[in-house]
């Protein structure tokens, strides 16, 4: 059974999120994609829901904030691909690791314009679903730590099959062997900052906040990656930032503040009845 658990880990956290996520990127961009990671603690607390790991209850003040605060999440998310308002200029910069090549620099004609809503409406499709993985990933994680509370052994696993089953999607889709060539290029730079920087590093820091001042606290910091992302996707992608995207993006994170305040006001009310049936 833990072996199984450990796949279905692999599968939800590492080989479909991981997929997902970059299909998003392909079709929307840099900043939007950061913007949905804000989303996972909501779509979390809605498949939480749905498992009846969560209550849901308007009679309480926690209870509203947790609504409002997904309905928010919600509707700024939406706000990405049907709303795009005057684009902001913040500053200039010439460099572009992209080359142009990217879907944002297609010419802006009618047809054009068209094709990149498509495209917009498609990456929200696939970055909800990744949302959905992630969400699924979390609350599995959660059981398989009662039952096998050993998180690094329970990280390799997860990350051993889920290594294996990103392979055969690979082989799958891409057979041509100059796709899987590394050079001493960006390519190479990419992989190892995303195995041993995203990964490795990440991960054993995030093990060790959360052990030592609890998830909330370390989810608080999330959208600080919305505003680094949104900074250098402006400076080094030429990515182009518009009124809709920002509002979307301040909506989500006043969403997800309110969520978090609202799960943490329970969590009090929870330890306080803990103590006192104790005492």
Partial sequence: MILFQGFMLGLLGGALYHNLCLAGLKLTSATFAAT????NPVFTYVVALVFGLETFTLKTLPGTAKVAGTAICIGGAMLFPFYKGFEIKIWHSK????HRNHIH???QNANSSRMFSYHEVAGLGISLMACL???LWIILQAKVSVHYPCFYSSTFLMSFT???QAFIYAICFDREW???KLGWDIRLLSVFYLG???SGVTVTVLAWCVSKRGPLFVSIFNPLALLVTAVASSLVLQEKLHLGSIIGGVLIVLGLYTVLWGISKELKKKLEK?????N
């Fill in 196 to 198: 041993v920087i995203s």
């Fill in 274 to 278: 803990r103590s006192t049936s104790d």
């Fill in 105 to 107: 620099n297609i010419p």
């Fill in 36 to 39: 949905f990671f804000n989303l």
């Fill in 133 to 135: 993985s992630y969400a």
């Fill in 178 to 180: 100059k796709r899987w």
């Fill in 162 to 164: 889920g290594s294996i």
């Fill in 95 to 98: 460099i572009d690791l992209l």
